[in-house]
């Protein structure tokens, strides 16, 4: 392969600049999903609710609008106005039952102090799309238009559409951002000029792939798309920097390029499969969560760090031959120097860094445990509480004492006195205000029948009633979750096919799917790179010293959170645990795998740890410090939480991992020695007079 990437080069550049082209175009086409509850299994019964309020009657997304300072006309003025907006399938306000023959003198209290607060009023905005649908976002941006300054819209379509709107101003600068950061910190750690702008240009070229073909799975999430490129970015430069070392050693050697190139191919090919079939791999366990956001992301960045080894194979060694006579020419001193002393000084003292490692871990297994325990789930919090949808949704919360609208499916034929027998009892769940369905709505003073077909058919199809519950507890808390069960418990008694719908409800099924997720995908990514660690090194101890030693670094890493004080979002201890597994498992497999080499050479574990630091060190800095430099600059800048607290904890990862790979690993290759030569395939002939 070698020899025919150096033979064709220029044909390689030509078809990668070509290809370009479709991908962009396939980018571009690639839908980008906002809602975090869309990745919830069909088969739950919160989902098929919301697709039955869809398909029966054309309800999808909901909203309530907040009014101020207006009177009667003026409300009921503006809920016309509403229903002129594309997708809008019904408003329901003090207005609309006013224009239905209902003024409020004949409403029972509960409904129009629902309604009403003082100079506020309230109007529900029922979709006929779903929550994140683009019809439902640009209709969204209608509403706003429309209430222009006189009114606030809530609801999780607000949230997407504020969400989708900072993504996408905020995405092209995480991509500057990284760029920028990541070439500063090449320009001064490697020993030339040019070599770090071919690198990041071989890498672009296959992040625009990565992206481009995404386009084959219909739809990526934001988050997906914000993370993808930055963590390709990072995780796959290793390579380029091992071709390149490779190449520049081959060319001290053997004064032909294309031979020392050709070489450096082969020797590449050979030395990171292994490495980044553990990246991979650690990617492919995100495959296995129920919550399939984990698909998505892990779909990606797998076929990411796939895309990143044949770039630096084929197009990386196409541009170093193009520009060789100018990369020679600007080579300077790198500031890294040699680690000799540094190295000395971790071999000679390595008890203490035994004695450290085993003194970290209870404390930081027990932040780690507790900040897996604390995580929020509330996905509205990802977002800066200045933003519209936040400002609404407080106005709902503090004036009106309601955070959450239950939208409950029952069989239209159930009879009227088990219709109210259920919503009574409704009414005395704890932080239930209000139940709302026609017949509570009207009281004993108007029959259903005289009301007009519009007003019926916002609430009754075929073959379901939809009433609301409306409660003051917040999504995502414990009161929410006793709520719900409150809630299905009675509804399942009058009705056993009962749906119970809304962002509480699939907010609940998410928590319950994730907390067993966290548990399959750690389990999966550990048990795959064990098993890729144990065919790469050949030895059945060092996959356990190796994981050991990440997994420290993981415990580290998410255990400061507790000791901080900081809450992260559900998603980020999921995501960061696989990532930082297979991102930095690379600097572990490294310097294991020199370590063995020394040792196979004949020296004793001391002289072997110490060539093994010394040699490895230069490429776990840069590396580290790359990805570091990568997803820093995005964490401090990014103002959505999710993206910057998971860029900051990767940043974090990094840099605990170049501390703890370089002296707790070679201490414990020192201290189990004994038990490697008797466990690893090839190193039972060692004996004790090594040299």
Same mark, same amino acid.
């Given at each position: 392969?070698?020899?025919?990437?150096?033979?064709?080069?220029?044909?390689?550049?030509?078809?990668?600049?070509?290809?370009?082209?479709?991908?962009?175009?396939?980018?571009?086409?690639?839908?980008?999903?906002?809602?975090?509850?869309?990745?919830?299994?069909?088969?739950?019964?919160?989902?098929?609710?919301?697709?039955?309020?869809?398909?029966?009657?054309?309800?999808?997304?909901?909203?309530?609008?907040?009014?101020?300072?207006?009177?009667?006309?003026?409300?009921?003025?503006?809920?016309?106005?509403?229903?002129?907006?594309?997708?809008?399938?019904?408003?329901?306000?003090?207005?609309?039952?006013?224009?239905?023959?209902?003024?409020?003198?004949?409403?029972?209290?509960?409904?129009?102090?629902?309604?009403?607060?003082?100079?506020?009023?309230?109007?529900?905005?029922?979709?006929?799309?779903?929550?994140?649908?683009?019809?439902?976002?640009?209709?969204?941006?209608?509403?706003? #238009?429309?209430?222009?300054?006189?009114?606030?819209?809530?609801?999780?379509?607000?949230?997407?559409?504020?969400?989708?709107?900072?993504?996408?101003?905020?995405?092209?600068?995480?991509?500057?951002?990284?760029?920028?950061?990541?070439?500063?910190?090449?320009?001064?750690?490697?020993?030339?000029?040019?070599?770090?702008?071919?690198?990041?240009?071989?890498?672009?070229?296959?992040?625009?792939?990565?992206?481009?073909?995404?386009?084959?799975?219909?739809?990526?999430?934001?988050?997906?798309?914000?993370?993808?490129?930055?963590?390709?970015?990072?995780?796959?430069?290793?390579?380029?920097?091992?071709?390149?070392?490779?190449?520049?050693?081959?060319?001290?050697?053997?004064?032909?390029?294309?031979?020392?190139?050709?070489?450096?191919?082969?020797?590449?090919?050979?030395?990171?499969?292994?490495?980044?079939?553990?990246?991979?791999?650690?990617?492919?366990?995100?495959?296995?969560?129920?919550?399939?956001?984990?698909?998505?992301?892990?779909?990606?960045?797998?076929?990411?760090?796939?895309?990143?080894?044949?770039?630096?194979?084929?197009?990386?060694?196409?541009?170093?031959?193009?520009?060789?006579?100018?990369?020679?020419?600007?080579?300077?001193?790198?500031?890294?120097?040699?680690?000799?002393?540094?190295?000395?000084?971790?071999?000679?003292?390595?008890?203490?860094?035994?004695?450290?490692?085993?003194?970290?871990?209870?404390?930081?297994?027990?932040?780690?445990?507790?900040?897996?325990?604390?995580?929020?789930?509330?996905?509205?919090?990802?977002?800066?509480?200045?933003?519209?949808?936040? %400002?609404?949704?407080?106005?709902?919360?503090?004036?009106?004492?309601?955070?959450?609208?239950?939208?409950?499916?029952?069989?239209?034929?159930?009879?009227?006195?088990?219709?109210?027998?259920?919503?009574?009892?409704?009414?005395?769940?704890?932080?239930?205000?209000?139940?709302?369905?026609?017949?509570?709505?009207?009281?004993?003073?108007?029959?259903?029948?005289?009301?007009?077909?519009?007003?019926?058919?916002?609430?009754?199809?075929?073959?379901? #009633?939809?009433?609301?519950?409306?409660?003051?507890?917040?999504?995502?808390?414990?009161?929410?979750?006793?709520?719900?069960?409150?809630?299905?418990?009675?509804?399942?008694?009058?009705?056993?096919?009962?749906?119970?719908?809304?962002?509480?409800?699939?907010?609940?099924?998410?928590?319950?799917?994730?907390?067993?997720?966290?548990?399959?995908?750690?389990?999966?990514?550990?048990?795959?790179?064990?098993?890729?660690?144990?065919?790469?090194?050949?030895?059945?101890?060092?996959?356990?010293?190796?994981?050991? %030693?990440? #997994?420290?670094?993981?415990?580290?890493?998410?255990?400061?959170?507790?000791?901080?004080?900081?809450?992260?979002?559900?998603?980020?201890?999921?995501?960061?645990?696989?990532?930082?597994?297979?991102?930095?498992?690379?600097?572990?497999?490294?310097?294991?795998?020199?370590?063995?080499?020394?040792?196979?050479?004949?020296?004793?574990?001391?002289?072997?740890?110490?060539?093994?630091?010394?040699?490895?060190?230069?490429?776990?800095?840069?590396?580290?410090?790359?990805?570091?430099?990568?997803?820093?600059?995005?964490?401090?800048?990014?103002?959505?939480?999710?993206?910057?607290?998971?860029?900051?904890?990767?940043?974090?990862?990094?840099?605990?991992?170049?501390?703890?790979?370089?002296?707790?690993?070679?201490?414990?290759?020192?201290?189990?020695?004994?038990?490697?030569?008797?466990?690893?395939?090839?190193?039972?002939?060692?004996?004790?007079?090594?040299?």
């Amino acid at each position: 392969m070698g020899n025919f990437v150096v033979k064709y080069r220029k044909l390689i550049l030509i078809l990668s600049v070509a290809l370009i082209i479709p991908a962009l175009i396939g980018f571009l086409n690639t839908r980008i999903n906002y809602d975090m509850l869309n990745y919830l299994p069909d088969s739950m019964d919160t989902v098929k609710g919301q697709q039955a309020l869809l398909d029966e009657f054309h309800k999808g997304a909901f909203s309530m609008v907040i009014t101020e300072d207006l009177d009667s006309s003026q409300i009921a003025a503006l809920e016309d106005d509403l229903k002129t907006v594309d997708h809008v399938d019904s408003v329901l306000g003090l207005g609309t039952l006013e224009n239905a023959g209902l003024p409020a003198e004949i409403l029972p209290d509960s409904v129009y102090d629902t309604f009403k607060k003082g100079n506020e009023s309230l109007i529900a905005v029922f979709f006929d799309t779903s929550t994140s649908a683009d019809e439902t976002i640009q209709a969204i941006k209608e509403a706003r #238009e429309v209430v222009d300054n006189h009114a606030y819209i809530s609801g999780m379509s607000a949230f997407v559409t504020d969400l989708r709107a900072l993504s996408e101003s905020e995405q092209i600068y995480y991509i500057i951002i990284a760029v920028v950061l990541a070439l500063i910190v090449m320009l001064i750690l490697l020993d030339n000029w040019l070599a770090p702008i071919l690198f990041l240009t071989s890498i672009g070229i296959m992040i625009i792939y990565n992206l481009g073909t995404n386009v084959f799975m219909g739809e990526i999430s934001y988050l997906t798309k914000a993370l993808s490129a930055i963590l390709q970015l990072a995780v796959t430069m290793d390579y380029s920097i091992f071709l390149y070392h490779s190449y520049r050693e081959n060319l001290e050697n053997d004064h032909d390029p294309e031979r020392a190139m050709a070489d450096a191919i082969k020797a590449t090919l050979s030395s990171v499969v292994g490495s980044s079939a553990t990246t991979v791999a650690g990617f492919v366990a995100l495959c296995f969560m129920t919550f399939t956001l984990g698909l998505d992301l892990g779909l990606v960045m797998a076929k990411g760090v796939v895309l990143g080894v044949l770039g630096s194979v084929t197009v990386l060694p196409a541009l170093i031959l193009t520009f060789n006579r100018l990369l020679t020419k600007l080579d300077h001193k790198s500031v890294l120097g040699t680690f000799d002393k540094l190295s000395k000084l971790i071999i000679k003292v390595f008890p203490v860094f035994i004695i450290t490692f085993v003194a970290l871990i209870p404390p930081f297994l027990y932040g780690y445990e507790q900040t897996n325990n604390n995580v929020y789930y509330e996905i509205s919090r990802s977002l800066p509480s200045d933003m519209d949808f936040a %400002v609404a949704n407080r106005k709902l919360s503090e004036d009106f004492g309601l955070a959450n609208v239950h939208m409950i499916l029952t069989d239209a034929n159930l009879a009227a006195n088990e219709a109210a027998a259920m919503s009574n009892e409704l009414k005395e769940v704890d932080g239930i205000k209000t139940v709302l369905n026609l017949e509570q709505a009207l009281g004993d003073q108007v029959p259903v029948e005289a009301l007009p077909d519009s007003i019926i058919n916002i609430t009754k199809s075929d073959k379901h #009633e939809l009433t609301l519950a409306i409660s003051e507890y917040k999504t995502a808390t414990d009161e929410m979750t006793d709520q719900i069960d409150a809630i299905n418990g009675i509804i399942k008694k009058y009705d056993d096919q009962a749906l119970l719908v809304g962002e509480a409800g699939l907010t609940n099924d998410m928590i319950q799917l994730t907390s067993t997720d966290f548990q399959v995908v750690n389990t999966v990514s550990i048990v795959a790179i064990f098993v890729i660690i144990a065919i790469v090194t050949g030895s059945l101890s060092l996959p356990f010293i190796l994981i050991a %030693v990440i #997994e420290s670094a993981i415990f580290i890493n998410l255990g400061l959170p507790f000791y901080t004080g900081s809450q992260l979002s559900f998603i980020t201890p999921i995501c960061i645990s696989t990532i930082q597994l297979g991102a930095t498992v690379d600097y572990a497999i490294l310097l294991t795998t020199r370590y063995k080499r020394e040792r196979l050479d004949g020296r004793n574990s001391r002289k072997a740890a110490f060539i093994a630091v010394k040699t490895s060190l230069p490429s776990i800095i840069v590396s580290g410090a790359v990805l570091f430099a990568a997803t820093i600059g995005v964490a401090i800048y990014s103002r959505a939480d999710m993206i910057s607290s998971m860029c900051m904890l990767m940043a974090r990862g990094a840099i605990i991992s170049i501390v703890l790979v370089p002296t707790i690993l070679p201490s414990l290759l020192i201290l189990a020695d004994p038990l490697i030569i008797r466990t690893t395939f090839g190193m039972k002939k060692l004996t004790k007079g090594s040299k």
